[in-house]
């Protein structure tokens, strides 16, 4: 699968700095970013989405969450993740990776269960398509949330 990393950040740029005050746009950007391994962008820009906004969107959350999930911060990764009031499968797998990487088995393979319950075809196949990380060390963080049997 081709992906045009590099086109896709320029004009999540350019629609940031078309509409600034857009907070969306800008939490779209720091999700760009972190696909990219830009994490010190990603964070600076998530952070000054929640700074811009009174009642941050929900899906916010998440976006922080996964941008500290590969900044190895699993205790802020899942502090973020659990901010999230109804999960999804998406949110679940990443909260079991960040559990997975404060070594904290019990509550990674809770998530990966009811993950797989919401979502019976996770696995390393749909997470790729799901979360187009252009670096394999990136997404071999991801998929600390199915295990050691993964």
């Known amino acids: 699968m081709m992906r045009n990393y590099e086109g896709a950040r320029s004009h999540y740029r350019k629609a940031r700095d078309l509409a600034p005050s857009d ?13 990219v391994g830009d994490l010190e962008a990603a964070a600076a820009e998530i952070e000054e989405c929640f700074r811009r906004s009174t009642h941050p969107p929900v899906w916010f959350w998440a976006i922080s969450g ?3 999930l590969q900044q190895g ?5 899942a502090e973020e993740f659990e901010n999230v009031p109804a999960k999804s499968w998406r949110t679940l797998i990443l909260l079991a990776a960040a559990h997975a990487l404060r ?3 019990v509550r990674r393979a809770h998530c990966e269960v009811e993950a797989r319950r919401l ?8 997470l790729r398509l799901v979360f187009p990380y252009q670096s394999e060390d990136a997404f071999a963080r991801l998929l600390s949330a199915l295990g050691p049997a993964a």
């Open 23 to 35: 907070i969306e746009i800008r939490a779209d950007f720091a999700e760009l970013l972190h696909y």
């Open 66 to 68: 996964i941008i500290r």
């Open 73 to 77: 911060r699993g205790d802020d990764a």
């Open 103 to 105: 070594g904290d088995e």
């Open 119 to 126: 979502q019976p075809r996770v696995g390393p196949e749909l």
